[in-house]
T-cell receptor, first 113, second 113 residues
Framework: AQTVTQSQPEMSVQEAETVTLSCTYD???????LFWYKQPPSRQMILVIR??????QNATENRFSVNFQKAAKSFSLKISDSQLGDTAMYFC??????????FGKGTRLSVIA | EAGVTQSPTHLIKTRGQQATLRCSPI?????VYWYQQALGLGLQFLLW???????NRGNFPPRFSGRQFPNYSSELNVNALELEDSALYLC????????????FGEGSRLTVL
């Protein structure tokens, strides 16, 4: 069974600084997708960034980028120039084939002014 | 375009009662997913429906059940409620059975007293 592990339950960062959230996963599949979702306080979950396993190039979306290490089964999220609006729960997620999205337990990120 | 909508927003029940939660997917989306988000446990997969059929089921007892209607909306039923069923129940939709982005609703918070 696929598992996703986020080892940092909580993190904080100063506004305008850079922070990296960690995620590791376990799978025997060769083709899969990885995601980072963001859940702001009392608001709905939205997709931050997505990575296809067959693509070697790391995905980037504005201030958000990933470091995808397939051999190490690692998928970290880097947030540059952190903003107060980045305060949220961040969930790493994995999907492969005909299975539903599997989530990690989340990392609560606080951006401090 | 309307997003995923869930009702009710909040629901309070007592132990042993039944709860019914409803979800309307984004127009054109045929897959609906249900997740339970309990404090400290991240998102636990409950059920996945596509084209009216149950595609997959998470590790939950049979008192958690649901269905998908011809218009692709879905309901989740929880029978014989227990205190530990208190959680935020999230519904998500996607276009078909593809490894793509899930679009989430704002959730239904169930409190069991």
């Amino acid at each position: 069974a696929q598992t996703v592990t986020q080892s940092q339950p909580e993190m904080s960062v100063q506004e305008a600084e850079t922070v990296t959230l960690s995620c590791t996963y376990d799978t025997s599949e060769s083709n899969y997708y990885l995601f980072w979702y963001k859940q702001p306080p009392s608001r709905q979950m939205i997709l931050v960034i997505r990575q296809e396993a067959y693509k070697q190039q790391n995905a980037t979306e504005n201030r958000f980028s990933v470091n995808f290490q397939k051999a190490a089964k690692s998928f970290s999220l880097k947030i540059s120039d952190s903003q107060l609006g980045d305060t949220a729960m961040y969930f790493c997620a994995f999907i492969s084939g005909n299975t539903p999205l599997v989530f990690g337990k989340g990392t609560r990120l606080s951006v401090i002014a | 375009e309307a997003g995923v909508t869930q009702s009710p927003t909040h629901l309070i029940k007592t132990r042993g009662q039944q709860a019914t939660l409803r979800c309307s997917p984004i127009s054109g989306h045929t897959s609906v997913y249900w997740y339970q988000q309990a404090l400290g446990l991240g998102l636990q997969f409950l059920l996945w429906y596509d084209e009216g059929e149950e595609r997959n089921r998470g590790n939950f007892p049979p008192r958690f059940s649901g269905r998908q209607f011809p218009n692709y909306s879905s309901e989740l039923n929880v029978n014989a409620l227990e205190l530990e069923d208190s959680a935020l129940y999230l519904c998500a939709s996607s276009f078909g059975v593809v490894a793509g982005e899930l679009f989430f609703g704002e959730g239904s918070r169930l409190t069991v007293l």
